[in-house]
């Protein structure tokens, strides 16, 4: 286990936005049901990412790193890499066991192919928190085709065998909308075709636009009916093709908010066209104060409050009027509701704690059973360093404007977490010690070293085991 250690430092700078996973999770898996070549631009190794990429391995496709550097195994190493995958049009099972690590995308997706061959039995592991996610959707499905399916009360190891057939699928919208495209892969492959039914309101819409347009690329259309049914015509194929991936927000988001709160910084590889529900983090920061410079390929952030605050250091208007105390907080009541943008949690309560003003964050109760229980995790940590945050069964309610002490925080095993508090030493009079900050590699390995390139003052070392 490490820790680091960070000297409160603003943050400013430019700095290369790493790949977009969710987007990275899709592409991986079409080109590999895609018969033939696909070269893949821009890969960056997560552990979530290695365990899509083995996981279709396990299935008989074939991949290898062309960018010369280094093995796909190793996880140690940040950047971008190019993939050649060689996809199957039937896929055989090279390994029983697929082990998912914490990566609910590669469980959840991989389930339903893994269902298109019927012959062997698959079992899926995972560590973590990832054994305890809700896998119900699923077995909903598994009882009403006779799939058979064993697990450890109802948590993982799952083990799988059965193959699945063409229908009416009946999915909850408001649980997950990795079960839809984990079937999304599957269907279309499927000799008749089928229907995909949301019987509750569908949460992270964002998520299936990806999946939906992923999958078009490679040749495969889905037929969508107001986010309430969506039709699979079966038989289709995948066809291989180039692809790069463009840059992820959710993790943009961070330095989008150590800008703000910090002395600016430009994100380069950002598409704002994009179909990534997180970049609604741009109108949140629009919200809180923020200027966006936006040309093509980046998103530069400037924060008022900066200058704001510079006036209020000096206790004066621009006009050199003094400003009383309770003059000095006016932002009025801001609502954010991340039910489609729930990843965004962790570091809206960073900024709704430097933002003046009471900031509730609502519909979050979905982010309880992520890596950890976000709401309550980023609630104690930022509360125990002086923040006032008061958390709800689904929200959070944040008094903003606090000024944080610094000390030591826990990362809860949770890598958003523990990039938010990142960015939350910011605000910090003092050192901020950050536990299990290797946590990180989850999603992004290179967050301390490119947190370091935006002027940050960070110490890392070991705890061993």
């Not at 980023?378 to 959070?396: M, R, S, V, Y």
Request: charge should be neutral.
């Amino acid at each position: 286990m490490s820790s680091v250690k960070i000297i409160p430092k603003k943050l400013k700078g430019t700095i290369e936005i790493p790949p977009s996973k969710s987007i990275a999770h899709r592409v991986i898996i079409a080109a590999g049901l895609a018969e033939g070549e696909s070269i893949i631009e821009n890969i960056e190794y997560s552990k979530d990412i290695l365990a899509t990429i083995d996981g279709m391995k396990s299935f008989g496709v074939k991949i290898e790193d062309i960018s010369n550097e280094v093995e796909i195994e190793d996880i140690n190493s940040s950047g971008k890499r190019t993939l050649r995958i060689n996809g199957i049009k039937n896929i055989k099972i090279q390994k029983e066991i697929i082990d998912c690590i914490e990566s609910g995308s590669t469980l959840r997706f991989l389930i339903p192919i893994a269902l298109l061959q019927g012959e062997k039995k698959i079992t899926f592991i995972g560590e973590g928190k990832l054994p305890e996610r809700p896998l119900d959707e699923y077995y909903s499905i598994f009882n009403k085709q006779n799939i058979f399916y064993k697990n450890v009360q109802g948590k993982l190891p799952l083990k799988v065998k059965g193959s699945l057939r063409p229908g009416v699928f009946y999915v909850k919208g408001n649980i997950s909308s990795q079960f839809i495209t984990g079937l999304m892969f599957a269907l279309p492959l499927l000799k008749e075709d089928s229907k995909i039914i949301i019987t509750s309101k569908l949460e992270s819409k964002s998520y299936v636009d990806l999946t939906i347009d992923v999958l078009k690329k490679f040749g495969v259309e889905i037929e969508n009916n107001r986010y309430k049914e969506f039709y699979i015509k079966g038989n289709q194929k995948y066809k291989r093709r180039e692809y790069k991936v463009e840059g992820d927000f959710s993790q943009a988001a961070f330095w989008l908010i150590g800008g703000l709160i910090g002395e600016g910084i430009k994100c380069k590889n950002l598409d704002i066209n994009s179909l990534q529900g997180d970049k609604e983090i741009l109108n949140i920061i629009r919200k809180i104060g923020g200027n966006l410079n936006i040309n093509e390929g980046s998103i530069e952030v400037i924060s008022k409050l900066i200058r704001k605050r510079t006036k209020e250091a000096n206790n004066e208007t621009s006009n050199g009027e003094c400003l009383k105390d309770e003059e000095l907080i006016k932002d009025e009541e801001l609502i954010i509701d991340v039910s489609q943008i729930p990843d965004l949690v962790p570091i809206l309560a960073v900024a709704s704690t430097f933002r003046y003003g009471v900031t509730k964050i609502i519909n979050a109760h979905r982010v309880r059973i992520k890596e950890c229980d976000r709401l309550h995790a980023i609630a104690c940590e930022l509360n125990k360093i002086g923040g006032n945050i008061q958390e709800l069964q689904d929200g959070l309610v944040i008094n903003g404007g606090s000024k944080l002490k610094g000390g030591e925080v826990e990362s809860w095993d949770d890598h958003r977490i523990a990039m938010a508090l990142g960015i939350a030493s910011i605000l910090c009079q003092e050192p901020l010690v950050i536990k299990n900050s290797e946590v990180v590699r989850k999603s992004y390995p290179g967050f301390w070293e490119d947190f370091k390139k935006l002027g940050g003052d960070v110490l890392e070392w070991s705890m061993g085991e």
